[in-house]
């Protein structure tokens, strides 16, 4: 079973819709090696790897109300699966996963009086699924956004803070790099010159030189600064702070903290 979100917010669940998913397949992540040859020497020396696109293969049969409706079904299936633009594909065995994709190949229903069946393959160039909520989400089943196989720890899952010290919890499989992935940090605090954030699992430290009052906000959102919506970021050490997979200890320092939240989503392999 599939659902297809567009960017947006439409939905569609295909089985509602009389598209049956017959197979659903994800392809291992692929990797880019980089590596460097030296002369009289055997071998190549590894210079690191990242993580490449990833497939996903899905097979369907569409069921169309009659023969003279098998024509609108397909062009509704095209519109559906128009790569213009990416969209999220969600497979309902996983319900609190999403992948950003596009589709790759050229398809045909081949019709058999009202059946026609489909291969799509989509090309998720991120390489990784996305959780679809974020940690600002409540930590409840019926809100239908969390699932077993998520990493998650119900016993550490306070991304609100209002002291100097504590722990994010990334459950994801990968870091939360706020150059290309999202992350949202609100700082409210009582600053007299300055506001250091460090995490001391990946060694970033952040830091805003300048003073803050329990009346203003501190925005850093992706690689933006703001207090009060307006931007300082010629006012920072121009560094970030990315959150490794697992525990990430934090603390604050130059500031007495009223209130920290980390918002962010966990990416999965």
């Known amino acids: 079973m599939s659902i297809i979100q567009r960017l947006d917010g439409k939905t ?3 089985k509602k819709l009389g598209i049956r998913t017959k197979d659903f397949i ?3 992540p692929s990797y880019e090696h980089t590596t460097e040859t030296v002369a009289g020497r ?6 690191g790897s990242t993580f490449g696109p990833r497939e996903i293969t899905c097979e369907y049969k569409a069921i169309a109300y009659d023969t003279a409706d ?3 079904m397909r062009d509704e ?3 559906m699966f128009r790569s213009d633009e990416a969209f999220y594909l969600i497979e309902k065995r996983e319900p609190g996963k999403r992948w950003l994709v596009k589709v790759s190949n050229t398809f045909q ?3 058999a009086y009202v059946y026609g069946d489909f291969s799509v393959t989509f090309i998720c160039n991120k390489g990784f699924a996305e959780s679809i909520a974020t940690t600002a989400t409540p930590y409840e089943w019926d809100v239908d956004m969390w699932q077993w196989g998520m990493g998650l720890d119900w016993d550490n899952h306070q991304y609100e803070h209002t002291e100097n010290n ?3 919890l990334n459950s994801g499989d990968v870091a939360v790099d706020p150059r290309y992935r999202d992350l949202k940090i609100t700082i409210q605090a009582n600053a007299p010159s300055y506001l250091e954030i460090i995490n001391h699992t990946t060694g970033d430290i952040y830091k805003y030189n300048g003073s803050l009052d329990l009346n203003d906000t501190l925005l850093i959102d992706g690689i933006r600064s703001t207090k009060n919506g307006f931007s300082v970021f010629r006012d920072t050490n121009k560094k970030l702070i990315t959150l490794a997979p697992g525990p990430n200890e934090i603390e604050v320092k130059g500031a007495t903290v009223e209130r920290i939240l980390f918002d962010f989503r966990f990416y999965y392999l």
């Open 12 to 14: 569609y669940d295909l």
């Open 166 to 168: 504590f722990t994010i």
């Open 109 to 111: 229903l081949e019709q």
């Open 77 to 79: 299936i095209f519109r």
């Open 70 to 72: 098998f024509p609108l």
């Open 42 to 47: 055997p071998g190549a020396i590894d210079m």
């Open 26 to 28: 994800i392809s291992s």
